[in-house]
């Protein structure tokens, strides 16, 4: 068995911790956590599980890498702290752990990555002895192993469109939606995540994998972007009311340039209300979809919708991302110390799992 480290128990540690305890290989031997409120509680109850899995909790970082866990899945946020979780998974990898995780977008494309972000791993891993996957769903297998697969079914290829087209509503991160990307904000507000270049740097890694697989050469990276207003107030389950006139929906396209046209595309669509830009790309239930489309012959469309927690379309895109990333633990460590991609990762069946059922 590989003892298996959860650090963090938020909207990605919830799932995994259900995923190293559902791994036949793997064994859950600590969770990790900043909140103090969360020290001592059961692995079981901070992952949404029915019962205790004899892990508690605890916030000694130092104490829980001493034991040398083989692996360590890395959840915590990365988003307004990079700089300390560049730093945390560093120290991971030091002391020989592999280690997975969604967060440092720049590392999913790594060898494109700048030195600031890639020397220090490279560091580490000489010294520890670990290694480095980074992963997720969007970025992640949305645009990189699913497209891939996919074109691999055509005769002649013309465009690669992935999109994410979501109702943020059920996002559980209200500071992102409404800061991050804008909902809710007044129209003159410029969301950080759609400012000039921050799309790229976020999926611009994605472009690249995508190229160098298909073994296209990249004139350049561009970006779109469109917003529109809410036509009225809307009220949201977990964020309250949105007012009319505010930012109600927002598309934008990261478009890898080959041969000066739009060939590798990653589009988001992305509403608080379904009734704000109708006219949009729709999911096929209202809720949140991601899709793959390869313009070609044979034109082939194929959308993924995933749940958990509920029916939820966020959680379940959070459990793809962390299937991904603890489904690929094993490979790991069986593998070379190093810092990996997913063309270097292959996506793991679920060996092991069919018909199997939590006790």
């Not at 959840?75 to 990898?93: C, E, F, T």
């Not at 002391?95 to 700048?114: E, I, K, S, W």
């Not at 809307?234 to 309250?240: K, Q």
Request: proline share 8%; net charge negative.
């Amino acid at each position: 068995m590989i003892s298996t480290v959860v650090w963090g128990t938020g909207n990605v540690g919830r799932a995994a911790i259900r995923a190293v305890e559902a791994h036949p290989a793997l064994e859950l031997t600590a969770v990790l956590v900043h909140n103090p409120d969360k020290v001592g509680r059961d692995a079981g109850e901070l992952g949404g599980l029915d019962r205790p899995l004899g892990v508690v909790a605890n916030d000694d970082v130092g104490a829980v890498l001493a034991t040398g866990p083989r692996a360590v899945v890395y959840a915590a946020s990365g988003d307004i702290r990079p700089d300390d979780a560049l730093a945390d998974i560093s120290r991971a990898i030091r002391a020989g752990a592999v280690v997975v995780t969604p967060v440092l977008y720049a590392l999913y494309d790594q060898l494109g990555a700048p030195p600031e972000l890639r020397d220090p791993v490279l560091a580490a891993i000489a010294d520890g002895g670990g290694s480095l996957f980074v992963s997720g769903v969007d970025p992640g297998w949305g645009n990189d192993v699913l497209p891939l697969l996919i074109s691999g079914l055509g005769t002649s290829v013309d465009v690669i469109r992935c999109q994410e087209i979501f109702d943020y509503s059920t996002y559980e991160q209200e500071e992102s939606v409404r800061y991050l990307v804008g909902m809710g904000q007044p129209m003159e507000y410029e969301p950080l995540m759609l400012a000039p270049t921050v799309p790229t740097m976020v999926w611009g890694g994605q472009i690249r994998l995508m190229a160098r697989a298909l073994g296209a050469e990249l004139d350049d990276i561009r970006e779109t972007l469109e917003r529109r207003p809410l036509d009225a107030t809307v009220s949201t389950r977990t964020m309250g009311s949105f007012e009319a006139g505010t930012q109600g929906a927002v598309r934008f396209e990261v478009q890898g340039i080959v041969g000066g046209e739009p060939r590798i595309v990653i589009e988001h669509i992305t509403r608080i209300h379904p009734s704000c830009a109708p006219d949009w790309p729709t999911p096929p239930d209202g809720d949140g979809a991601h899709r793959v489309i390869v313009e070609g012959r044979p034109r082939i469309e194929v959308t993924v919708e995933a749940t958990d927690e509920g029916e939820n379309r966020s959680a379940g895109g959070n459990a793809t991302a962390v299937g991904r990333l603890v489904n690929a633990i094993d490979w790991l460590v069986n593998a070379e110390p190093g810092l990996y991609d997913a063309l270097d990762v292959p996506l793991r069946p679920a060996v092991g799992r069919l018909g199997r059922r939590e006790p």
